[in-house]
């Protein structure tokens, strides 16, 4: 487990000093998540390598982490006050479009450039 | 011995606020919040981030502890979240073969994503009446949450709501995004897991990650090109839209 997060931590720390160099606003551990995906690719490890085993284990329990900053919903209750209505609306509003502009480009694009849709489950059910 | 239950009470409650007490009711309200996910059959509307923010809000609000207090007192738990996001790289890497034919719809809709979060936010709040600051602040809230912040600072809105915007909608998506998308008839795995991760970034992979890996591993790769699209776009887009 230590091996593995050791390996985790060391790509965070190579993302957040490229995000420092490069003067980038995208977070170190994203560029992290980049170069690890280079060096997966490149190197194949074994399946029960210990970096693949670390980060599953973390990715399991991915929703734990956000918890901190989800509270903090408690603190900006009386800043959110009067304007609560444009909140709500701009929020859903923002988020259904993103979602239906970005679910119906790429099927979009994938059709029309003649590549074959991937697996598609019917219904709901018959994703489980 | 007359304040003998008081004074347990009060040493009970003096050790609830104290970083490891708080740390304590955090780890407590997640395995709550996966019992009952356990309990309702996995309901979508039954998220553990949400059932521990609620538990641990409510916490802190009875116990009347400080938000920066509880926010430094879980530090251990929040320092995660950058390891974890590293590994999104691993789903990925298992589902490499099927972003084979799929790169150019992916880049171009994250893109038209981005854009789309940015500006309907901003003329939506507009519309009903919102200050400049609060336009600012909500139209970084499809990127993930440090970027949110970072962002919603150079514009000059308020980072602290940008970060409670984004783990809403986060939230939010976790819950509503999958049955969404069966809505708006996005079948395709990759293109639902791109969707969700362009509007709800981390949280929204979270749940993905553990019904289907190729979902899970398109929403993480898109969290983390979305944060990059959003970057790149608001600064040229606020000169048009404020």
Known sequence: MIVGLTWLIAFQLLGEVTVQVLDLTVPGPVVGMLYLFVFLRLRQPAADAPVLRAGTGLLRHLQLFFIPAGVGIVASFGVIGADWLPILVAMLGSWFLGLAVVGWTSTGLERLLGQPRDDQPRTPRAAR | ?242
């Open chain 2, 1 to 242: 011995m007359s304040g003998g239950i008081d004074g347990l009470v009060e040493t009970v409650l003096d050790t609830l606020r104290t970083p490891l007490g708080l740390l304590g009711v955090t780890l407590v309200g997640y395995q709550l919040g996966r019992w009952l996910q356990r309990r309702s059959g996995e309901h979508p509307l039954v998220q553990p981030v949400l059932v521990a923010v609620v538990v641990a809000g409510m916490a802190i609000t009875l116990l009347d502890v400080a938000y920066d207090d509880y926010r430094s007192s879980t530090e251990l738990v929040a320092f995660w979240l950058g390891p974890a996001t590293v590994a999104l790289a691993i789903p990925l890497h298992r589902q490499a073969d099927r972003l084979r034919g799929f790169v150019v719809p992916l880049v171009v809709a994250v893109v038209l994503g981005a854009a789309t979060s940015i500006v309907s936010a901003v003329y939506l709040a507009r519309w009903l009446g919102a200050g400049e600051v609060l336009q600012e602040t909500l139209s970084t809230k499809a990127a993930t949450t440090p970027v949110a912040i970072a962002l919603t600072d150079s514009l000059g809105g308020i980072p602290p709501l940008a970060a409670v915007f984004a783990i809403v909608i986060g939230i939010f998506g976790a819950m509503f995004g999958p049955a969404t998308l069966w809505l708006l008839r996005v079948r395709d795995r990759r293109a639902r897991g791109l969707a969700l991760g362009a509007v709800s970034h981390g949280v929204g992979a979270s749940r993905m990650l553990l019904e289907n890996e190729t979902e899970g591993a398109f929403a993480g790769l898109s969290m983390g090109l979305t944060a990059l699209a959003i970057s790149l776009l608001l600064p040229v887009l606020a000169l048009w839209v404020f």
